[in-house]
């Protein structure tokens, strides 16, 4: 079954650095998402892409955020100026063209510290 | 969107059915009833997805009254390895969207020996 991959698993980077998190999603899909998690906390929804370029985006999403998708496979997301508070799971997600359901698969996620 | 409500914990044991009931009273006419599982560090997983009646699959079964304002998934005979949280989500079918989920803190199940 195709799914949703990331990488780096775990990724440690000291506070104003920037981070690249990475995610090939699966192939056929056409729209992307970032979400984030904050240890014992809800899933938060960060930004979708569609069409190369960003379809919707939560108040979490500031100018220290963006999303890439540099070549036909991988969905990046960057964090200009890590601040401590950044540290949690980051997970990438995607959907095919729509005429299915609101179905997201989710990728394992890359746990960020922040120190 | 619709506010769901759901338990924030269930505790059961190996074998039995479980069900989670999630409320929605507010659901819209074009809103479909999404269930996602989580397991510690790992993703959520969509389950069952359904819009009115019953709708079973290999994992789940999803159970809407006819006025729709709540829900339940059903687990079979669940195993320690259905320990996770689940999520009860309510919105529009994504036909050609690229909307944002938004995810409550869930139902914890905790499945006991």
């Known amino acids: 079954e195709p799914e949703v991959t990331q990488t780096p698993s775990h990724q440690v980077t000291q506070m104003g650095q920037e981070v690249i998190l990475r995610c090939v999603p699966i192939?056929?899909?056409?729209?992307f998402y970032w979400y984030r998690q904050i240890l014992g906390q809800k899933v938060e929804f960060l930004v979708s892409f569609y069409n190369n370029e960003i379809s919707e985006k939560s108040e979490i999403f500031d100018d220290q955020f963006s999303v890439e998708r540099p070549d036909g496979s991988n969905f990046t997301l960057k964090i200009r100026s890590t601040k401590l508070e950044d540290s949690a799971m980051y997970f990438c997600?995607?959907?095919?063209?729509?005429?299915?359901?609101?179905?997201?698969?989710f990728g394992p996620g890359t746990r960020l510290t922040v120190l | 969107l619709a506010k769901t409500t759901q338990p924030i914990s269930m505790d059961s044991y190996e074998g039995q059915e479980v069900n989670i009931t999630c409320s929605h009273n507010n659901i819209a006419t074009n809103d479909y009833i999404t269930w996602y599982q989580q397991f510690p560090s790992q993703g959520p997983r969509f389950i069952i997805q359904g819009y009115k009646t019953k709708v079973t699959n290999e994992v789940a079964s999803l159970f809407i009254p006819a006025d729709r304002k709540s829900s339940t998934l059903s687990l079979p005979r669940v195993s320690l390895s259905d320990t996770a949280v689940y999520y009860c989500?309510?919105?529009?079918?994504?036909?050609?969207?690229?909307?944002?989920?938004?995810f409550g803190k869930g139902t914890h199940l905790i499945i006991q020996p």
């Open positions: 997600a995607s959907s095919d063209d729509g005429e299915s359901t609101d179905t997201q698969y």
């Open positions: 989500l309510v919105g529009v079918k994504s036909g050609g969207g690229a909307d944002g989920l938004t």
């Open positions: 192939s056929n899909h056409l729209y």
